[in-house]
């Protein structure tokens, strides 16, 4: 049970944006920045990000849902997600992306564990200032998702196959437009 | 040195924010509401748990900054700051702001260490649902910024002037505005 009275029948982060839509907005267009706008970084790359660190703070809701969008957006290559979780080092993903991944787990553990060196090896791997950014601040905001999941004790039901399912719209649709569902309309003044 | 190449000059997260303003914006935005937006929680008791959390992170430029807005809302009173930050069971403040600190305490660790007894002793001083839901997204995105101020190893100065007068300015205009400056 949810340590507070959340909406019924809305799983994970939904219930707790649900109960707040005024923190639930920035919180939604800031997601839709780091993880489906136009980004050198595919939308598989960047969902990948999300659910490393998901995984390493064992937010099931977290990383389940957003294994289920680095899938769709990755040819439903289920495997390539659970491998990147198991052991990023051993999956079949380029080399910037492994040294992004590194310092995403280093942002997870706290900011001061990224070392100068940690940047270096993804700089020389092709990764622009914006791409190391952008990771940093995935790795961060996820800390923040997770933390909010899992601090609220949301309920976040075991059957993987809703997940999936969802996580096929918000590849195509994005976290703005989805969020439309369990939103109450903006006001006509923003 | 920071890790990337950000604006020279523009201390801790307002670096980050000059960098990407795609980003900054609902990030500034998240932080008004959570802050400064009307709550039943006063600004300061928010700003409070937002530099609490930023000390347990060991994020200065956060810990100062926000600690500078909480003294600020309090009348200057940076004394009761560090007893929050380094001695918080003998602070004087209301028993109900110690058990959200708890509370915040523990999500800084991970979502997975609030229990329900941590919030059962919140409610019970008479914490409302919405405080206790304000006081975990205070604490997880405090998670958030303080891992993006030092995982982008940004410049943070030892000013105390600076930091007093950011405080004075955040206390009073919040944060969807620029106001981080040098």
Request: hydrophobic fraction near 40%; proline fraction near 6%; charged fraction near 25%.
């Amino acid at each position: 049970m949810a340590h507070i009275k959340l909406p019924e029948g809305m799983p994970g982060i939904r219930g707790a944006m649900a109960f707040r839509p005024e923190t639930a907005r920035p919180l939604n267009d800031l997601v839709e920045v780091l993880l489906h706008a136009p980004n050198s970084l595919t939308v598989g790359e960047r969902e990948l990000i999300a659910t490393y660190v998901s995984s390493e703070n064992d937010c099931f809701y977290c990383q389940t849902i957003h294994g289920a969008v680095a899938a769709a957006a990755l040819n439903d290559d289920h495997s390539l997600v659970a491998q990147v979780k198991r052991d990023f080092l051993a999956a079949e993903i380029s080399e910037k992306m492994k040294a992004l991944l590194n310092i995403a787990g280093k942002v997870q553990k706290g900011g001061k564990h990224v070392a100068p060196r940690d940047v270096e090896m993804a700089k020389e791997q092709g990764a622009t200032d914006t791409e190391i950014h952008d990771t940093v601040l995935i790795a961060a905001a996820f800390c923040m998702f997770n933390r909010y999941v899992d601090g609220l004790g949301t309920w976040q039901p075991r059957d993987e196959a809703p997940y999936r399912e969802r996580g096929k719209r918000i590849a195509e649709d994005g976290y703005v437009k989805m969020s439309r569902e369990y939103l109450p309309a903006e006001p006509a003044t923003r | 040195m920071p890790h990337i190449n950000l604006p020279e000059g523009l201390p801790g997260i307002s670096s980050g924010f000059a960098f990407r303003p795609e980003t900054a914006k609902p990030m500034r935005e998240l932080a008004h509401i959570l802050l400064h937006g009307p709550n039943t929680l006063t600004p300061a008791e928010r700003e409070l748990i937002a530099t609490y959390v930023s000390s347990r992170n060991d994020c200065y430029f956060c810990q100062t900054s926000h600690g500078a807005a909480a003294a600020a809302h309090l009348g200057k009173d940076a004394g009761l700051v560090e007893q929050i930050k380094h001695n918080l069971e003998t602070a004087n403040i209301s028993d109900k702001m110690k058990a959200l600190l708890n509370i915040a305490g523990k999500v800084q660790k991970g979502g997975k260490q609030v229990t329900a007894d941590d919030v059962a002793m919140a409610r019970d001083l008479g914490a409302t649902d919405t405080e206790i839901h304000d006081t975990v997204l205070i604490a997880a995105a405090f998670s958030m910024y303080n891992r993006y101020v030092d995982g982008l190893a940004t410049w943070q100065p030892e000013d105390p002037a600076m930091y007093a007068a950011m405080g004075e300015r955040l206390a009073r205009d919040g944060y969807i505005m620029p106001s981080a400056k040098p």
